[in-house]
């Protein structure tokens, strides 16, 4: 199968079009893929995201500005979500040490055993990728890099 049959679209305007449709297309397949997994432990994608962003930092915490320069899908909502974490007691709201005004968070032992068990589902996750080998993978990864840096670099 290609996009233009998953889709049913017969042209393109160009590969470019084509390549963008395509990433558009994967990206929500892949999410409707993952979903189940989030499902499993009443979590959302970007809640996922940010208690793996809060693990990779943990002990320290971090602010909700720097929870959202490091999530995959920037969005201004990300204080909307930690309070969702925080109510499901995944995450903790800490005094900033630096500023006695300002407020951090941290992952809770209840959200790190989240990840834990998440983490034992990761070769359900990796089966995305069952149809390319390690070599295609790492090239995809290369290519959506190298995506990223020529519109940086403009």
């Known amino acids: 199968?290609?996009?233009?049959?998953?889709?049913?679209?017969?042209?393109?305007r160009n590969s470019y079009q084509k390549a963008t449709v395509?990433?558009?297309f994967t990206m929500a397949w892949m999410k409707?893929?993952?979903?189940?997994?989030?499902?499993?432990?009443?979590?959302t994608s970007q809640q996922f995201n940010i208690l793996r962003i809060l693990r990779g930092s943990y002990p320290e915490p971090l602010s909700t500005l720097q929870i959202r320069e490091r999530m995959l899908e920037k969005m201004?909502?990300?204080?909307?979500?930690?309070?969702?974490l925080i109510v499901k007691g995944l995450v903790k709201?800490?005094?900033?040490?630096?500023?006695?005004?300002?407020?951090?968070?941290v992952i809770s032992e209840k959200g790190r055993k989240l990840l834990e068990r998440m983490d034992a589902?990761?070769?359900e996750m990796d089966k995305i990728f069952?149809?390319?080998?390690?070599?295609?993978?790492?090239?995809?990864?290369?290519?959506?890099?190298?995506?990223?840096d020529g519109v940086t670099a403009e």
């Open 32 to 43: 409707d893929k993952m979903k189940p997994l989030f499902d499993a432990e009443e979590i």
């Open 1 to 12: 199968m290609g996009i233009a049959k998953d889709i049913q679209q017969r042209k393109f």
């Open 121 to 123: 589902k990761e070769g």
């Open 93 to 105: 709201k800490v005094v900033c040490k630096n500023d006695r005004r300002l407020v951090d968070v």
């Open 22 to 24: 395509n990433l558009i």
């Open 130 to 148: 069952l149809n390319l080998n390690e070599q295609e993978a790492d090239t995809l990864s290369d290519l959506l890099d190298k995506l990223r």
């Open 76 to 84: 201004s909502d990300t204080s909307r979500i930690v309070d969702r």
